[in-house]
T-cell receptor, first 111, second 111 residues
Framework: KQEVTQIPAALSVPEGENLVLNCSFTDSAIYNLQWFRQDPGKGLTSLLLIQSSQREQTSGRLNASLDKSSGRSTLYIAASQPGDSATYLCAAASGNTPLVFGKGTRLSVIA | DTAVSQTPKYLVTQMGNDKSIKCEQNLGHDTMYWYKQDSKKFLKIMFSYNNKELIINETVPNRFSPKSPDKAHLNLHINSLELGDSAVYFC??????????FGPGTRLTVT
């Protein structure tokens, strides 16, 4: 059964820093891995989706990598801004099963 | 235009009542989901429907009954509400690309 773990649970950084959020999954036979952002009291916004055949995806200041063999994914945020403050969730999809979510990393970017 | 919409956004009700949450997506996706986010912010899949057919039921009490009148709608009916049902419920949909799009969530409070 797939399990997804995210480290750290919370992170506080000053504005302008580059940072990395980590995600690990136990079953490497994934279909894709997705990163989401959740603002307090709001729904989830999809940030990046990496298919199992891909190694990374980029969108603006965000870069997500995928290493299936080690069961790891990272989300890199460049030049962080206070508006990046949110909870970031990674989720793994295996075949036809729905997403299995990690518990998220709560990010605070301090101006 | 809202891609995935849910109503109501907030729902406060007493134990023992029956309530429904509605979900609609205008993305033309074949697959829809219901997730529950508990007080610790952990997101867990409840149901998955593909083209109006149930494909995933993740050990959810049978007090929860999803209904899909057509491909664009997946409603969640809950009978005999209990205190432990208090949570945020998210509807989502996905198409061939695999990215899941989430609704804004429905915060259910059972008193």
């Amino acid at each position: 059964k797939q399990e997804v773990t995210q480290i750290p649970a919370a992170l506080s950084v000053p504005e302008g820093e580059n940072l990395v959020l980590n995600c690990s999954f136990t079953d490497s036979a994934i279909y894709n891995l997705q990163w989401f952002r959740q603002d307090p009291g709001k729904g989830l916004t999809s940030l990046l989706l990496i298919q199992s055949s891909q190694r990374e995806q980029t969108s603006g200041r965000l870069n997500a990598s995928l290493d299936k063999s080690s069961g790891r994914s990272t989300l890199y945020i460049a030049a962080s801004q206070p508006g990046d403050s949110a909870t970031y969730l990674c989720a793994a999809a295996s075949g036809n099963t729905p997403l299995v979510f990690g518990k998220g990393t709560r990010l605070s970017v301090i101006a | 235009d809202t891609a995935v919409s849910q109503t109501p956004k907030y729902l406060v009700t007493q134990m023992g009542n029956d309530k429904s949450i509605k979900c609609e997506q205008n993305l033309g996706h074949d697959t829809m989901y219901w997730y529950k986010q508990d007080s610790k912010k952990f997101l867990k899949i409840m149901f998955s429907y593909n083209n109006k057919e149930l494909i995933i039921n993740e050990t959810v009490p049978n007090r929860f009954s999803p209904k899909s009148p057509d491909k664009a709608h997946l409603n969640l009916h809950i009978n005999s509400l209990e205190l432990g049902d208090s949570a945020v419920y998210f509807c989502a949909s996905s198409g061939a690309g695999g990215t899941e799009h989430f609704g804004p969530g429905t915060r259910l409070t059972v008193t």
